[in-house]
């Protein structure tokens, strides 16, 4: 079993929806970490969140430790908002997920 | 913009040979971490560098080392490659101040093609 579990692996959506990814992992962290990858490579740091929840424009990420569960929420997505989403725990070092992938078409 | 450059951009080496990638951190930035993603896969920890010294490093043989300097720049050297070293390298650069987790700030990568 995986330590980092993401779902859905692909999505895709309509201009506007809300968009809801989820993370699951097993392992003792001292912080979570949600990056965007675009196609070509480059990776963003989105949030690094330890509890509760975070807001950056329509991005809200958050997290709930006991459940060793956090989600990433986009609100009025738009179709600059495609690309691949990774959700990374920080034990000693970060833990990649394989990412949700997703598509907003206009 | 991250602040945070790597080169080359893309390289093409054949088996056995041996390469070298580099990345620029942030200035003031005193952690380097070096990450393979493979196509379709999620970056992997390679190995990371506070303080010009290898602070943890995962599962990947000797022949993957590193270097960290003063000015802020860093390499990843691999040594006998093999085709599944084909890849895009990430570096990513942060502020360690003590405890905890810290924002990374990642570089471009480097796409290496092993034939």
């Known amino acids: 079993k995986n330590e980092v579990e993401q779902s859905p692996q692909n999505l895709t959506a309509q201009e506007g929806e809300f968009i809801t990814i989820n993370c699951s992992y097993s392992?003792?962290?001292?912080?979570l970490h949600w990056l965007q990858q675009h196609p070509g490579g480059g990776i963003v740091s989105l949030f690094m969140?330890?509890?509760g929840k975070k807001k950056h424009g329509r991005l809200i990420a958050t997290i709930n430790i006991q459940e060793k569960h956090s989600s990433l929420h986009i609100t009025a997505s738009h179709p600059r908002d495609s690309a691949v989403y990774i959700c990374?725990?920080?034990?000693?070092?970060?833990?990649f997920g394989t990412g949700t992938r997703l598509q907003v078409f206009p | 913009e991250t602040g945070v450059t790597q080169s080359p951009t893309h390289l093409i080496k054949t088996r056995g040979q041996q390469v070298t990638l580099r990345c620029s951190s942030q200035?003031?930035?005193?952690?380097v971490s070096w990450y393979q993603q493979a196509l379709g896969q999620g970056p992997q920890f390679i190995f990371q560098?506070?303080?010009?010294?290898?602070?943890g490093r995962g599962n990947f043989p000797p022949r993957f080392s590193g270097l960290q300097f003063p000015n802020y720049s860093s390499e990843l050297n691999v040594n006998a490659l093999e085709l599944d070293d084909s890849a895009l390298y990430l570096c990513?650069?942060?502020?360690?101040?003590?405890?905890?987790?810290?924002?990374?700030?990642f570089g471009p990568g480097t796409r290496l093609l092993v034939l």
């Open positions: 969140l330890s509890s």
């Open positions: 200035s003031g930035h005193n952690t």
């Open positions: 990374a725990p920080h034990t000693d070092k970060l833990i």
């Open positions: 990513a650069s942060s502020l360690y101040l003590g405890g905890g987790s810290e924002t990374q700030y």
């Open positions: 560098y506070y303080r010009e010294e290898e602070n």
């Open positions: 392992v003792g962290i001292s912080a």
